[in-house]
């Protein structure tokens, strides 16, 4: 007769597979890492600070835009103010994850959504439309994407001048290349590219007539009401 298996050993499992989906998004991290940590030292931060606010914000986009507005002394309002309007679409990522954290604690679930990052977010959502959210497995997603994340922005502070322009290294393209990839992983059809082309058209044309960084949340919108 098979073995059965104990829940540590199937925790076990679920953990090293949420790992393993996520090192293909943990490579394509690295040079944005490094560029941000050369920015923030080149702005006087030190390797500690870098890690202290990788650790706190985890939030990369927030991040890079609170360096480019960074003085001495700190604008705390407007930095505070910019992050928030850049992260407003961890409301509807939230909002879309928490229905598949019915496993997780009330204190587990705020843990679970501090750790939310679009590729968090993404590869928890495919995996729980498959065959169920485990928390072990959420937890090998979010560990790797936040050691990484401050492994190499604190590397950059040192390292990261190396690669001061990604675009010419073809850096650039590897976010870009990520988000298709996850974003084809969602794919069913007709549907699925209705759902895209108007999310696509939506933040194209705010981003191009008003500028700054709201086309995020129209094309996140737009594809809801899609």
Not at 21 to 36: E, K, N, R, Y
Not at 181 to 209: H, Y
């Amino acid at each position: 007769m098979p073995q059965s298996t104990s829940p540590e050993r199937s925790a076990r499992a679920e953990f090293q597979a949420g790992v393993v989906a996520m090192l293909p998004a943990a490579v394509a991290v690295i040079p944005f890492g490094l560029l941000f940590g050369a920015l923030a030292a080149s702005k006087g931060l030190t390797t500690l600070e870098v890690l202290l606010m990788s650790g706190i914000v985890f939030a990369g986009a927030s991040q890079f835009i609170a360096v480019e507005l960074w003085l001495e002394p700190a604008p705390w309002a407007l930095l505070g103010l910019t992050a928030l309007t850049v992260n407003l679409r961890h409301v509807m990522m939230s909002a879309s994850i928490a229905r598949r954290l019915g496993t997780f604690s009330p204190p587990g679930k705020l843990i679970a959504l501090f750790f939310l990052a679009d590729e968090v977010w993404a590869l928890a959502e495919r995996r729980a439309g498959e065959q169920g959210l485990h928390r072990a497995f959420y937890a090998g997603l979010a560990a790797v994407m936040y050691l990484n994340w401050l492994l190499w922005t604190g590397l950059g502070t040192g390292l990261g001048v190396v690669i001061a322009n990604p675009a010419a290294w073809g850096f650039d393209f590897a976010f870009t290349a990520l988000f298709i990839g996850l974003v084809a992983a969602f794919w069913s059809g007709r549907t699925s590219a209705i759902v895209v082309a108007v999310s696509a058209i939506a933040a194209i044309l705010l981003e191009r007539t008003a500028g700054g960084v709201w086309h995020i949340m129209a094309g996140g919108a737009a594809g809801m009401l899609a």
